[in-house]
């Protein structure tokens, strides 16, 4: 019987894995915006795909706009993001 709660207390003080990682900050910040071409006569990008990436989240989230360009990134923590927006192998 000792024997056997000295295993148990073995296993349950083992240290976490070493590449474990941090679950990233949940926050109640919202990035928002619209895809707009590049033309003379600028229009809503409806299908582009809008990459939001930040030292303060875990693996970059990436959203695709509404028919009218709009896009929201929601629940970010404080921090300073990037956002990249592509259509048709295009960056804008």
């Known amino acids: 019987m000792i024997a056997a709660l000295a295993f148990t207390a073995a296993i349950l003080m083992q240290a976490p894995a070493?590449?474990?990682?941090?679950?990233?900050?949940?926050?109640?910040a919202?990035?928002?915006?619209?895809?707009?071409?590049?033309?003379?006569?600028?229009?809503?990008?409806?299908?582009?795909r809008v990459t939001i990436n930040?030292?303060?989240?875990?693996?970059?989230r990436t959203a695709i706009t509404a028919d009218d360009g709009s896009f929201a990134f929601t629940g970010l923590a404080a921090g300073r993001?990037?956002?990249?927006?592509?259509k048709d192998g295009g960056l804008f």
């Open 81 to 86: 993001y990037a956002l990249a927006a592509a």
């Open 18 to 28: 070493r590449d474990a990682r941090p679950a990233p900050a949940a926050g109640t």
């Open 54 to 60: 930040g030292t303060a989240m875990g693996p970059g």
């Open 30 to 48: 919202t990035v928002s915006g619209v895809v707009i071409s590049a033309d003379t006569q600028a229009r809503p990008l409806r299908r582009a």
